[in-house]
């Protein structure tokens, strides 16, 4: 057998400003769950650095104020979600009321005080992904690193799991996921990095990188049918050109949440 060598990732330059989530998308190979071992220090680059609130990466002492959850979390299936997080608790040091404290705002905060005492091997897609969202925070890091957080969970658990982060980034926590699925991280993103066979190709605000230059888009509401033809009248006569007018539609995610939740 021949072994043929690939460059995962190629002179990739990346900063995340504290306080702000950073996703980091692309598709299937392109780099980005590579990019996160070498940030924390799982994996070591051939040539440059990394570094965590300027610690070197490549020293554990930097990962205390990290947490990480991987695409594919394992737990130990005998384990109540209760038990899971005092297990982590106490690798990270914890003991105590200060532990059982903890273990019960992490509840809370991802919504699983009801399954507490359920064994995570009975747990779906997305209950999985938010108790591992919650042994992430543990030990209340500064950095939450989220290799594919809503990867194989339906539209509600996936929008409870980006509830999580948006509000993980109002308490001021750093957030740096990554995805290949660019509409589920477009409500909770302020910077977004977009790499493709190794290589960044796309980055900066997400508010820029989605704007459409020279468009603007008006919503009216309840507007008699003639107006439309005004309005390009209006347009033509300023040198303007009216390129579309159709109905407001909601996503197909809005519609089957809205429809489910109506059914509870």
Not at 67 to 87: C, D, I, Q, S
Not at 101 to 117: D, F, M, P
Not at 173 to 197: A, F, N, Y
Request: charged fraction near 30%; charge should be positive.
């Amino acid at each position: 057998m021949r072994w043929q060598k690939v460059v995962a990732v190629r002179d990739l330059s990346l900063e995340v400003q504290e306080g702000e989530v950073y996703g980091l998308l692309g598709p299937n190979g392109s780099g980005k769950s590579t990019t996160l071992k070498v940030l924390l220090g799982l994996a070591t680059p051939t040539r440059g650095e990394s570094k965590i609130f300027g610690e070197d990466s490549r020293d554990y002492r930097s990962h205390r104020t990290v947490g990480f959850l991987p695409e594919n979390p394992y737990f130990y299936k005998f384990l109540t979600a209760e038990e899971t997080l005092r297990f982590f608790g106490k690798i990270c040091v914890l003991r105590g009321r200060q532990l059982e404290t903890r273990i019960g705002e992490l509840l809370s905060l991802v919504g699983l005080e009801e399954a507490r005492h359920r064994r995570v091997g009975g747990y779906s897609k997305g209950m999985l992904q938010r108790i591992g969202l919650a042994q992430a925070l543990i030990q209340d890091p500064r950095l939450i690193v989220l290799d594919e957080p809503t990867a194989g969970v339906d539209p509600v658990g996936s929008r409870q799991i980006r509830d999580l982060i948006l509000e993980l980034k109002k308490r001021g926590k750093t957030v740096l996921l990554t995805s290949h699925l660019l509409g589920q991280v477009q409500e909770v993103c302020d910077r977004v990095g977009i790499m493709s066979r190794g290589s960044m190709v796309r980055e900066g605000r997400l508010a820029d990188l989605v704007t459409v230059e020279g468009q603007t888009e008006y919503l009216i509401q309840d507007a008699p049918a003639d107006l439309a033809e005004k309005i390009a009248a209006l347009a033509k006569a300023s040198g303007a050109k009216l390129i579309e007018t159709r109905k407001a539609q909601l996503t197909l995610e809005r519609v089957f949440l809205d429809a489910t939740r109506q059914e509870k």
